[in-house]
């Protein structure tokens, strides 16, 4: 009972850390659109970072014990998760003006497929049942309800193709993360997890905010930019990071990455909210679709154990 009570808690976690990162994407991120990808990426890590000092200071004591091999894993999570992967997927929406975003958006739907291949390889998860069925009516029901009955399409010129190979980077590098995240969850509680991946990403990017002269960028910052980056700090970046965390500790990773498609539908939902786009009829059978494939997912979960 206990262990399917973990189940649900961790499922409704990371479901919710991704209906956050919806907000961000469709409301708080496209406000900084005035700042480089580079230095935006670093400020959205190093804040947090900062700010977290003041209640997990003590982490240091944990990370002082830390073996090469937690070097190691943290370092692939800020580099995939933190730095790459979040370069990436905003490079391509920039390459295509944030227009059309057919391509983009499908190519980073390859996310889920990665995290299940390299979850069997890397933590030989295994799967039973009627698992890769309700997986794939999670991935279907998310291409119908980013575009309904349309085909993708392509007319945004010769950054098309670019565009698509920095998606589908993003897809695989967060994909990557997703993996090893479950892996070091095995070994720290998320809180320290957060920390770490938040220090070490910010660290990352320091030498590229640097030699490339980013950072003086911060001059050019302004009131509203901080605020922002605030807001993201506090909410959807890394109080949805610990939500991902916490969640992530108590399901499988091919559970999390399913969980994690509820950020196309919090983003058709807010882009509604916001910017007054409709849902189709399709898209709503289809987000009803994704609700029922994660629960689906769920039991069959609790029939493995």
């Known amino acids: 009972m206990n262990k399917w009570i973990n189940i649900i808690t961790g499922s409704i976690a990371v479901s919710f850390s991704a209906v956050l990162w919806g907000l961000d994407g469709v409301v708080l991120t496209p406000r900084l659109h005035n700042l480089e990808i580079g230095y935006v990426v670093f400020m959205l890590h190093m804040l947090p970072f900062v700010l977290m000092h003041t209640f997990l200071f003590d982490r240091y004591k944990i990370i002082s014990r830390f073996k090469p091999s937690d070097y190691t894993l943290f370092f692939v999570i800020a580099l995939f998760g933190g730095a790459l992967g979040t370069i990436a997927i905003v490079k391509a929406l920039f390459l295509v003006n944030f227009r059309e975003l057919s391509v983009v958006v ?6 889920p497929v990665f995290a299940i291949l390299l979850a069997v390889i ?9 698992f890769f069925l309700w997986a794939a009516v999670a991935i279907i029901a998310s291409y119908f309800l980013t575009f309904g009955w349309n085909l993708p399409h392509i007319n945004t010129g010769g950054n098309t193709v670019q565009a ?8 695989f590098s967060f994909a990557i ?7 070091i969850m095995y070994r ?12 070490m990403t910010a660290f990352i990017m320091l030498p590229y905010v640097l ?4 950072i003086s960028q911060i001059q050019e910052t302004s009131a509203h930019n901080w605020i922002i980056f605030l807001i993201i700090g506090v909410t959807t970046g890394s109080g949805a990071i610990f939500l991902y965390y916490f969640g992530l500790n108590k399901i499988k ?3 999390a990455t399913i969980c994690e498609l509820f950020f ?9 909210i916001i910017n007054d786009s409709r849902l189709t009829i399709i898209q709503w059978i289809s987000a009803l679709a994704l609700i029922v494939a994660v629960i689906g997912i769920n039991i069959a979960q609790k029939k493995r154990r």
Not at 188 to 199: E, H, I, M, S
Request: no cysteine; aromatic share 14%.
């Open 253 to 255: 990773a091919m559970v």
């Open 106 to 111: 499908l190519l980073q739907k390859m996310q």
């Open 164 to 171: 698509g190979l920095y998606a589908l980077l993003a897809a």
């Open 122 to 130: 890397i933590l030989r998860e295994r799967v039973k049942g009627n």
């Open 177 to 183: 993360a997703t993996v090893t995240s479950k892996k």
């Open 211 to 214: 030699l490339s002269n980013n």
């Open 264 to 272: 196309p539908l919090s983003a058709i939902f807010f882009d509604y």
């Open 188 to 199: 720290y509680d998320f809180k320290t997890a957060t920390f770490v991946r938040y220090g």
